[in-house]
């Protein structure tokens, strides 16, 4: 039969056996305060994708980046897609609009650091045909005036942001975040707002490889964890 141990740990293991026995439900209280401890700090864990926190802020990637996000608006770039079916919807105000509000939403909730898209494009045009008045950048009232303002452009001054049919307009979005799941939380949030600001005819989606690298990112690190 094994003999129990002797010295300092046999002390140690002496002692928690009768405080075992003699305190059952301290050592209850103890371990169910401990459990729900660890349970609320597992809840707190984000896993996330950020390279530049791995360098100094004296590094030079990290400062080149930071003078990217100042001068720039970030080095990062992804797209938001308007779609409708309807023939030549993106020449409508009413569609332009649209564009409009989700923009609008991007700069209430400072999400990002900046967005284009065509409704920029023609709301300048708008501004400079009414003597440059502040209050006129915006899209205009009517059709009309829409199509005119899009003669003062090439088809390459545009194509970024609007399809040769006018049925798909891109919303062309510059950010800085480098924390993957800062990322996907802010542009999860956003998706499901500006859903509420489109008519049921227009569509709305995300694309862009710095969208798929953070979503992928988090995908593979939470099948780690």
Same mark, same amino acid.
């Given at each position: @039969?094994?003999?129990?141990?002797?010295?300092?740990?046999?002390?140690?293991?002496?002692?928690?056996?009768?405080?075992?026995?003699?305190?059952?439900?301290?050592?209850?209280?103890?371990?169910?305060?401990?459990?729900?401890?660890?349970?609320?700090?597992?809840?707190?864990?984000?896993?996330?994708?950020?390279?530049?926190?791995?360098?100094?802020? !004296?590094?030079?990637?990290?400062?080149?980046?930071?003078?990217?996000?100042?001068?720039?608006?970030?080095?990062?770039?992804?797209?938001?897609?308007?779609?409708?079916?309807?023939?030549?919807? &993106?020449?409508?105000?009413?569609?332009?609009?649209?564009?409009?509000?989700?923009?609008?939403? @991007?700069?209430?909730?400072?999400?990002?650091?900046?967005?284009?898209?065509?409704?920029?494009?023609?709301?300048?045009?708008?501004?400079? @045909?009414?003597?440059?008045?502040?209050? !006129?950048?915006?899209?205009?009232?009517?059709?009309?005036?829409?199509?005119?303002?899009?003669?003062? &452009?090439?088809?390459?001054?545009?194509?970024?942001?609007? !399809?040769?049919?006018?049925?798909?307009?891109?919303?062309?979005?510059?950010?800085?975040?480098?924390?993957?799941?800062? &990322?996907?939380?802010?542009?999860?949030?956003?998706?499901?707002?500006?859903?509420?600001?489109?008519?049921?005819?227009?569509?709305?989606?995300?694309?862009?490889?710095?969208?798929?690298?953070?979503?992928?990112?988090? !995908?593979?690190?939470?099948?780690?964890?």
């Amino acid at each position: @039969m094994d003999e129990p141990p002797r010295g300092i740990a046999g002390k140690i293991l002496s002692w928690i056996e009768n405080f075992g026995r003699e305190q059952p439900k301290k050592i209850m209280l103890t371990v169910l305060v401990l459990v729900i401890g660890a349970a609320y700090f597992a809840l707190q864990v984000k896993v996330s994708n950020d390279p530049l926190s791995y360098f100094p802020d !004296s590094s030079p990637l990290v400062k080149d980046a930071n003078a990217l996000k100042k001068d720039l608006a970030g080095m990062q770039v992804f797209y938001v897609t308007l779609e409708t079916d309807v023939p030549q919807g &993106f020449k409508d105000p009413k569609y332009l609009k649209q564009l409009e509000a989700v923009q609008d939403l @991007m700069k209430e909730k400072k999400l990002y650091d900046l967005s284009l898209s065509l409704a920029d494009q023609v709301a300048l045009v708008n501004r400079e @045909m009414n003597g440059g008045k502040a209050e !006129s950048l915006r899209v205009p009232e009517t059709r009309e005036q829409v199509e005119q303002y899009l003669l003062f &452009f090439k088809r390459r001054d545009i194509q970024r942001y609007i !399809s040769n049919d006018y049925q798909r307009a891109n919303v062309v979005i510059r950010h800085s975040m480098s924390d993957s799941s800062e &990322f996907n939380e802010k542009t999860k949030a956003f998706e499901v707002e500006a859903k509420k600001l489109l008519t049921n005819d227009v569509r709305i989606r995300f694309s862009g490889e710095n969208l798929m690298i953070n979503r992928s990112a988090e !995908s593979l690190i939470s099948n780690q964890a």
